[in-house]
T-cell receptor, first 115, second 112 residues
Framework: DAGVTQSPTHLIKTRGQQVTLRCSPK?????VSWYQQALGQGPQFIFQ???????QRGNFPDRFSGHQFPNYSSELNVNALLLGDSALYLC??????????????FGAGTRLSVL | AQTVTQSQPEMSVQEAETVTLSCTYD???????LFWYKQPPSRQMILVIR??????QNATENRFSVNFQKAAKSFSLKISDSQLGDAAMYFC?????????FGQGTRLTINP
């Protein structure tokens, strides 16, 4: 049973560029959340998707957008990259039916470096 | 807004000893969950233990247990018989009606 998988593992971009990160949820999960974890900090919630729509959003600018596909996989897009966007981006998944138990499973993340 | 505070940036313990990591949180909600996650160098966030706020009994998972003080809004993690594999960043997290909120983390070192 595959867990949450994220690609790519590492990514280097320059300021002003755009980036797309990908996440495949754990088998049987239909809800995906994205988090940004700056170096030495705890993860911060970006947004959550289910039924192909953004359902909740944290305090992140519109440069951060996402998408969920019919197979429940998800993308995180960041436009006009800033140096401060350098971070580990984590994806977490859960089965919506299990939200009350709220045990999210995390991927290993994508390390984004903006130069 | 809910906040989670971990006041110990770093902790160290001798192998086989016991260590307690502290966490406090602030919320006006009455129904919520609290978690401890472990993040080893591999970066994957692993759930260690979970506590439902409406349950008075402290959660236990093998060598890991919590001391949940709801009135004090305190949620500490005790690791007994520490092992080298326990070395990692530990994050306390809160989940209410909205998003999962994490603390700043505590780096735990195990001394052989």
């Amino acid at each position: 049973d595959a867990g949450v998988t994220q690609s790519p593992t590492h990514l280097i971009k320059t300021r002003g560029q755009q980036v797309t990160l990908r996440c495949s949820p754990k088998s049987g999960h239909d809800t995906v959340s994205w988090y940004q974890q700056a170096l030495g900090q705890g993860p911060q919630f970006i947004f959550q998707y289910y039924e192909e729509e953004e359902r909740q959003r944290g305090n992140f600018p519109d440069r951060f957008s996402g998408h969920q596909f019919p197979n429940y996989s998800s993308e995180l897009n960041v436009n006009a990259l800033l140096l401060g966007d350098s971070a580990l981006y984590l994806c977490a998944s859960i089965r919506r039916f299990d939200l009350a138990k709220n045990i999210q499973y995390f991927g290993a993340g994508t390390r984004l470096s903006v130069l | 807004a809910q906040t989670v505070t971990q006041s110990q940036p770093e902790m160290s313990v001798q192998e086989a000893e016991t260590v307690t990591l502290s966490c406090t949180y602030d919320t006006s909600e009455s129904d919520y969950y609290l978690f401890w996650y472990k993040q080893p160098p591999s970066r994957q966030m692993i759930l260690v233990i979970r506590q439902e706020a409406y349950k008075q009994q402290n959660a236990t998972e093998n060598r890991f247990s919590v001391n949940f003080q709801k009135a004090a809004k305190s949620f500490s993690l005790k690791i007994s018989d520490s092992q080298l594999g326990d070395a990692a960043m530990y994050f306390c997290a809160y989940q209410g009606a909205q998003k999962l909120v994490f603390g700043q983390g505590t780096r735990l070192t195990i001394n052989p």
